[in-house]
């Protein structure tokens, strides 16, 4: 049985923040702590910039001034996104009832082999170190 899909619309919303149904909270979690999350993540908030910035362009203006007036603000957006893109992911995850700290599975599942060898030569790390496990800045 397959994961329920959302479609054009529900995708459209579900990029600047909608909740989708929980019928597809599998598809979720792929979206936002899967591969790729970054590169889509990134792609989203790549446009709405764009769109903002476009009409500046209309104004007769040489292209060196059009990209004077737009490539700052819109490099600065990206830099924004791509800082807060960790953030902004677990919000989504708790939005849609699933555990925030699914956003670092892949570096997990990465480092696992290193975490297992330190395990092996030092003994598992404490309880009290638990909440070290997670990469929330709050």
Known sequence: MTAAK???WQRIGYSY???LPDSMRSWVARDL???GAI???MLRWA???LVVLAPLWLLPASLYVHTEMTAPLYIWALLISLALNKVWRRHRLAQHGL???LVDEINRRKNARMHEDYARRFGPR???AEWQNNSSPF
């Open 47 to 49: 446009i709405p910039p």
């Open 39 to 41: 590169r889509r993540h």
């Open 6 to 8: 959302p479609n054009l």
């Open 17 to 19: 923040g909608k909740r």
């Open 99 to 101: 555990n925030p700290n």
């Open 33 to 35: 702590a899967g591969e």
């Open 126 to 128: 404490p309880e009290s």
